[in-house]
């Protein structure tokens, strides 16, 4: 195999697929990059059986052929070559030789044969959002995922169509956080589970372009991401999802409108006083026009007031004060509207066309500060 490449098209694309190596794997070629071109195109593919990324790169194949290259010493090798034109070429002994000017690596690859391509999938109905929505709608809700694997089911997403709108919904036993995005068609009723590293990863590599579309499709098993020359393809988690609606009540005895920016930055600075891994609680006292933050904790406390407009009665509740900024963030509007019940309910932050809502589950402050 021969081909010749452009330093800047090679290393986009092997940093593109790059984010489907595992970091660990009793198998070594999943640890691979698959060059392949034994086709028209030159494409890499990684794939680590759960989570697969395949990417067309521009280039001449001067020799048909595939090889298949440990992925970290390529990715090394292509970062650190001159902006140049790149040439590698392998031979039937998989010796595969990188130069690019004046430089030369030569290193042993691994036959392509033994590389396990992405599976194909049958593409029917696509779901087409513009990429900056969907990477905007997973930087708005992934924060709430659950990081450990003793349910599956919260380590995923819940991406759920019905007809015109898609819902993204993430939880981790402690918050929910759901996002309603509109779709340029409408579609069948349908609900899946996409895992977590897998958006997280998809994310990486989408653009901020809102002119550039994603095409998704389901199968039963996998979900499947094409943008670009790119096409990322993934294993479903199976399992059905949470049933979130009891949970998202609209009765309410105390609403609060407040400046997101100054909630959180008041929130934010309160957090100075608490150190990592230790739970003490903000505690919000809400009364007529006042808003008090308030910290204690080994390190010193905290008191901070806002102004806000209230309907409903007064209320003092505790929360982890993460997850609120966790949540305030990824909100987009000047003014927020808060909904809480009792000091023991969770708050629900939610804007009038429920595009989106974050629930947050209270923290019992009364034994912890």
């Known amino acids: 195999m021969k081909l010749v490449c452009n330093k800047t098209k090679l290393l986009s694309g092997v940093q593109i697929v790059s984010k489907a190596v595992p970091n660990k794997t009793t198998m070594s070629i999943l640890e691979c990059i698959l060059i392949d071109a034994t086709g028209k195109d030159i494409k890499l593919i990684a794939n680590d059986m759960e989570l697969g990324i395949e990417t067309v790169i521009e280039g001449t194949i001067a020799e048909k052929g595939q090889i298949a290259l440990e992925a970290k010493i390529l990715l090394d090798i292509v970062r650190k070559l001159p902006e140049s034109i790149i040439t590698i070429e392998s031979d039937k002994s998989f ?4 130069t690019c000017e004046k430089s030369k690596f030569v290193i042993m690859g691994k036959s392509g044969e033994d590389f396990s391509y992405l599976p194909s999938i049958e593409r029917i109905d696509s779901i087409v959002v513009s990429q900056f929505t969907l990477k905007e709608v997973i930087r708005q809700t992934i924060f709430s995922i659950a990081d450990n694997d003793n349910n599956k089911l919260m380590t995923g997403e819940l991406f759920d ?3 015109d709108v898609m819902k993204i919904v993430s939880l981790d036993g402690h918050r929910i956080s759901i996002r309603k995005i509109g779709l340029r068609n409408s579609y069948p009723a349908r609900k899946v589970v996409v895992p977590g590293k897998t958006l997280n990863e998809i994310s990486k590599i989408l653009s901020d372009d809102t002119e550039k579309d994603v095409h998704i499709f389901f199968t039963g098993k996998h979900v499947v991401f094409e943008f670009d020359r790119t096409v990322v393809v993934s294993r479903l988690i199976e399992g059905e999802y949470f049933k979130i609606d009891q949970m998202l009540s609209s009765d ?16 934010d600075r309160a957090t100075l006083l608490v150190k990592e891994g230790d739970k003490k609680p903000i505690i919000i006292n809400i009364m007529d026009g006042i808003m008090e933050l308030k910290i204690n904790s080994t390190m010193g406390s905290m008191n901070e007031e806002i102004d806000i407009d209230k309907q409903g009665k007064d209320l003092m509740i505790g929360f982890n004060p993460k997850f609120m900024i966790d949540a305030l963030r990824v909100i987009d509007n000047e003014q927020i509207d808060i909904y809480l019940v009792n000091p023991k309910a969770p708050c629900f932050i939610r804007d009038a066309g429920e595009n989106y809502i974050y629930l947050i589950l209270p923290v019992n402050f009364t034994t912890v500060s």
């Open 95 to 98: 010796k595969t030789v990188i």
């Open 161 to 163: 169509i019905n007809g």
């Open 252 to 267: 309410y005895e105390t609403k609060v409108t407040i400046n997101k920016r100054e909630l959180l930055e008041c929130i």
